[in-house]
């Protein structure tokens, strides 16, 4: 159990476009989900916390405008990256909590290249 | 200020060799602590966690973590280290209660690498 999956796994974009990133929680209901940015040897940076039917609560010195969080269901996060630039390609990570567990579940990650 | 620190960037051991990840940490109130570890370019994998009760807990893979109130430490171990343990490991801590509910905070990460 508590399964979570990132689709798409890895993705190539051009600078400028625009980048969705799906996180489902497979055998569970999350009601929090939290967006993670990870940089080559380095710990995880909180982007977000998102509550399902909520806006999300982004940590400051991200941008919300440019990275689009959006928690419609129990189930489904999606992190959108808007006008990507180079600076963006990094390994983007979801984790989602259900309401009677106090443990995160993380998804294996989404490798952004922004050319 | 809630912090999470892993003094060693690098553990090196021997297959069969007993092994030690070490994590301290700063928190508010109570902590629930939890240990994950990484494959590359994968996302973690959820190893164990320390709510309450007996301080020693067992987890996934042969792995377990010692909770200690008075050091403020939570460092994994393992009685005989596998090739397939190599990863980095990463420590975390969640406050109780209180604003940061639910968020988690992380150590930098131990690369351990455990040669045949």
């Known amino acids: 159990g508590a399964v979570v999956s990132q689709h798409p796994s890895r993705v190539i974009c051009k600078s400028g476009t625009s980048v969705k990133i799906e996180c489902r929680s497979l055998?569970?209901?999350?009601?929090?989900m939290f967006w993670y940015r990870q940089f080559p040897k380095q710990s995880l940076m909180l982007m977000a916390t998102s509550n399902e039917g909520s806006k999300a609560t982004y940590e400051q010195g991200v941008e919300k405008d440019k990275f689009l969080i959006n928690h419609a269901s129990l189930t489904l996060s999606t992190l959108t990256v808007t006008s990507a630039h180079p600076e963006d390609s990094s390994f983007y990570i979801c984790?989602?909590?259900?309401?009677?567990?106090?443990?995160?579940?993380f998804g294996p990650g989404t490798r952004l290249t922004v050319l | 200020a809630q912090s999470v620190a892993q003094p060693e960037d690098q553990v090196n051991v021997a297959e069969g060799n007993p092994l030690t990840v070490k994590c301290t940490y700063s928190v508010s109130g109570n902590p629930y602590l939890f240990w994950y570890v990484q494959y590359p370019n994968r996302g973690l994998q959820f190893l164990l966690k320390?709510?309450?009760?007996?301080?020693l807990v067992k987890g996934s893979y042969g792995f377990e973590a010692e909770f200690n109130k008075s050091q403020t430490s939570f460092h994994l171990k393992k009685p005989s280290a596998l090739v397939s343990d190599s990863a980095l490991y990463f420590c975390?801590?969640?406050?109780?209660?209180?604003?940061?509910?639910?968020?988690?905070?992380f150590g930098r990460g131990t690369q351990l690498t455990v040669w045949p």
């Open positions: 320390y709510i309450t009760g007996d301080n």
């Open positions: 055998d569970f209901q999350a009601t929090t």
């Open positions: 984790s989602a909590q259900g309401p009677s567990t106090d443990t995160q579940y």
């Open positions: 975390a801590v969640r406050p109780w209660g209180g604003s940061t509910l639910g968020r988690l905070y």
